[in-house]
């Protein structure tokens, strides 16, 4: 599975967001699914990192992850601080039988209070296509809509990013515009899909409701 904007280390200027069901900001809670485990990321998580997203395939569509272990350890570094902060979390994939970290997911405020997010993720390769995303994407979602609080979750991914954008699409998210040549890459500027999921409607697909909407 290919990512959105991963590891994105912007610093956002706003006021923590409350705590709500869980008190997040002090250490994230386990979320286990059916085949995969997500827990807050470790400083010895980088080398694992830096094998599963380091690759050309991997990041030919996204921001590029750091380069090397050290960056990764910065990267982790930076994610514990934000949490604390109350602007953004950051949960490393693992798989049932294993601790290491196959790829991550990362829920960033981008409103005061952190009613609305950006989300990404990345994956590596050898796990594209095997049900790994979609356990982890709906932990994710579960997690920011009912403990965090967030209202609204935006997400943006390349046009061409084939994989991505069609996950957005199978989780409900409903394509609200194309960003024109706004994201830049090897020199190239491509095309974005804007994607956008409501926490109600979250809730009234995972209740049976309703249909996943079309593309608009």
Request: aromatic share 8%; net charge positive.
């Amino acid at each position: 599975m290919a990512a959105l904007t991963a590891l994105d280390a912007t610093p956002l200027r706003s006021t923590p967001a409350p705590a709500t069901h869980h008190d997040w900001r002090s250490g994230l809670p386990i979320l286990n699914g059916s085949i995969i485990t997500l827990r807050e990321l470790r400083p010895s998580d980088a080398t694992a990192l830096l094998a599963s997203l380091g690759s050309a395939e991997v990041t030919r569509l996204i921001s590029p992850p750091p380069p090397t272990v050290e960056g990764f350890e910065k990267f982790i570094a930076w994610t514990t601080r934000q949490r604390e902060a109350g602007k953004s979390v950051a949960y490393g994939v693992t798989l049932k039988d294993s601790d290491v970290v196959v790829g991550l997911f990362q829920v960033r405020s981008i409103k005061v209070g952190f009613g609305v997010a950006e989300w990404g993720f990345a994956l590596g390769s050898a796990f594209w296509g095997t049900g790994i995303f979609m356990d982890a994407a709906h932990l994710v979602l579960d997690f920011a809509f009912d403990c965090i609080g967030v209202h609204r979750v935006e997400a943006k991914a390349a046009v061409k990013n084939g994989r991505g954008n069609g996950a957005m699409q199978k989780l409900g998210m409903v394509q609200e515009a194309v960003l024109r040549r706004s994201f830049l890459r090897n020199g190239v500027y491509l095309d974005q899909a804007c994607w956008a999921l409501l926490a109600e409607s979250w809730k009234e697909m995972k209740a049976g409701r309703t249909v996943i909407p079309l593309v608009h």
